[in-house]
């Protein structure tokens, strides 16, 4: 089992910036996608960035040249560096693990609020 907490969410103005963490605890055999993803109020969840167990990293097209995905190298923190925030990034962001089964693993969420 694993446990993922995140932190780092909070209000800022329009083209500030925020780092996320997310603390990973437990073991898990393997993985297939870490990553962050957001729920804005009446919307449906969305993938906002995820390292792939094959090497690579996807973005959503919104976030692309604004966010950066990194983590540490034991894989237990997960970062979301996000510069240039727009109103329309507001929403609840979550922690994702998706293990070697298929098993998906969240986080409580954090909230970030872009407003001025």
């Known amino acids: 089992q694993v446990q993922l907490v995140e932190s780092g969410g909070g209000l800022v103005q329009p083209g500030g910036s925020l780092r996320l963490s997310c603390a990973a605890s437990g073991s898990i055999s393997g993985w297939n996608a870490m990553g962050w993803y957001r729920q804005a109020p009446g919307k449906e969840r969305e993938l906002v960035a995820r390292?792939?167990?094959?090497?690579?990293?996807n973005y959503a097209g919104s976030v692309k040249g604004r966010f950066t995905i990194s983590r540490d190298n034991a894989w237990k923190m997960l970062y979301l560096q996000m510069n240039s925030l727009k109103p329309e990034d507001t929403a609840v962001y979550y922690c994702?693990?998706?293990?070697?089964?298929?098993?998906?693993?969240w986080g409580q969420g954090t909230q970030v609020t872009v407003s001025s």
């Open positions: 994702h693990i998706e293990d070697y089964y298929r098993t998906n693993f």
């Open positions: 390292f792939i167990s094959d090497g690579s990293t």
